[in-house]
């Protein structure tokens, strides 16, 4: 099964941003689609983007137009590049394969991004 390393987070200031890597330990190329998630303290998990075929991307009110989701299947990598970033992104961000709205393998021990404000 394919394992799923997330990396990049970080502490930024309001404004700032981040670059985030899901570096996967197989080819992701089969997998269709593919999303971030994060869960902040006392909080539920929740997805935030979505990246499908490797071209087709949605994601959640809160982040649309500050985040973009991207994938390199030659890399076998998958980013999440995060702009103008506020306190309230502030959580640990996991990625995972997605189907039928379920994540499909087991979660990895994430990556923390801290925003100050």
């Known amino acids: 099964q394919v394992q799923l390393v997330e990396s990049g987070g970080g502490l930024v200031q309001a404004g700032g941003s981040l670059r985030l890597s899901c570096a996967a330990s197989g080819s992701i190329a089969s997998i269709n689609t593919m999303g971030w998630y994060r869960q902040a303290p006392g909080k539920q998990r929740e997805l935030v983007a979505t990246?499908?075929?490797?071209?087709?991307?949605n994601y959640a009110d809160s982040v649309k137009g500050r985040f973009t989701i991207s994938e390199d299947n030659a890399k076998n990598t998958m980013y999440l590049q995060m702009n103008s970033l506020k306190p309230e992104d502030t959580a640990v961000y996991y990625c995972?394969?997605?189907?039928?709205?379920?994540?499909?393998?087991?979660w990895g021990q994430g990556t923390q991004v801290t925003v100050s404000s």
């Open positions: 990246i499908t075929s490797g071209v087709i991307t």
């Open positions: 995972n394969a997605i189907r039928g709205g379920r994540s499909l393998l087991n």
